[in-house]
């Protein structure tokens, strides 16, 4: 497509529940990373694709979030055993390449998590 | 730790008038500079960049200087329109790692 897609772009969950949430990057992008923006917080990193290398994980707040990235394209953050803190707008990025000087970064709009 | 600290959340300011948006940051390794644009419901776009070997890139009304002795880094929109309220947020890098995003400034720019 012509640009970063995430879905849903709305979730309500209940605490405890198990979420998911897509990113499907644009096309021939290499590189995809989700961060998040809690209430008041800045954009906090999450983890990262690059092409077939091991993903890099660091910014994963807890055991309870994963990520995959099926066959080089769509992403799938999930998140288990949801709690309140966990609410936040949940942005999925890609690029061209690692370097972003090869062409920056393209954002998605985002899925606003509500856990209740 | 914060490595990247934008200390103003909020700014206001009146059209045509210069908006003046600042970002500090610690790691002098860091060695290129971002400006990313973000409207509700939207996700962040990009702005304005500067590398580490620059002291000033300017794109229209739209100026980011970097002091690499202070770490410190602004964005100056000058003349500001109600079109550019939104948040900002300062981005930085170095080498082949995500960006890193600070809290944001949200600017309002009034009528």
């Known amino acids: 497509g012509a640009g970063v897609s995430q879905s849903p772009s709305n979730k309500v969950t209940e605490k405890g529940k198990d979420v998911e949430l897509r990113c499907d990057p644009i096309s021939g992008h290499t590189a995809l990373y989700w961060y998040r923006q809690s209430l008041g917080q800045g954009l906090e990193f999450l983890i990262y694709f690059q092409g077939n290398s091991a993903p890099d994980k660091s910014g994963l707040p807890s055991d309870r979030f994963s990520a995959e990235r099926t066959g080089g394209s769509v992403s799938t953050l999930t998140i288990q055993r949801t709690q309140q803190e966990d609410s936040a707008v949940y942005l999925c990025a890609s690029s061209l390449g690692g370097d972003y000087r090869l062409g920056g970064y393209t954002f998605g709009s985002g899925t606003r998590l509500t856990v209740v | 730790d914060q490595q990247v600290k934008q200390n103003s959340p909020s700014l206001s300011v009146q059209e045509g008038r210069i908006s003046i948006l600042n970002c500090d940051y610690t790691?002098?390794?860091?060695?290129?500079f971002l400006w990313y644009k973000k409207y509700p419901a939207e996700g962040p776009t990009f702005l304005i960049s500067i590398s580490s070997i620059k002291d000033k890139n300017e794109d229209g009304r739209f100026t980011v200087f970097l002091n690499k002795s202070a770490k410190h880094l602004s964005l100056h929109i000058v003349p500001s329109q109600p079109g550019d309220s939104a948040v900002y947020f300062c981005a930085v890098l170095s080498g082949n790692t995500p960006l890193v995003f600070g809290k944001g400034t949200r600017l309002s720019v009034i009528a």
């Open positions: 790691n002098s390794m860091f060695d290129y």
